[in-house]
């Protein structure tokens, strides 16, 4: 294994359709213009609710990405 050095970026996805999508759809979003995305860490998960049911979810990650 390498030596690296990382940057750490801190993201919000939302999603209608559950935490894993918010997950995917911040770090999709940060790779359109991040190169190098190696990990990620979940910090805080919360949501809207609306007529007694999930509406919305928001998930906060930490991704790290190795510096060229």
Same mark, same amino acid.
């Given at each position: ?10 993201? !919000? ?8 999508? %918010? ?5 999709? *979003?940060? =790779?359109? /213009? ?10 805080? !998960? ?8 999930? %509406? ?5 990650? *930490?991704? =790290?990405? /190795?510096?060229?």
């Amino acid at each position: 294994m390498s030596n690296h050095v990382y940057k750490i970026l801190e993201l !919000t996805g939302s999603s209608t359709e559950g935490s894993d999508d %918010a997950v995917r759809r911040a770090i999709a *979003k940060a =790779g359109e /213009t991040v190169r190098n995305i190696q990990w990620f860490e979940v910090l805080e !998960t919360r949501g809207h609710v609306t007529d007694g049911k999930v %509406a919305h979810w928001q998930v906060t990650v *930490k991704v =790290g990405f /190795t510096l060229e």
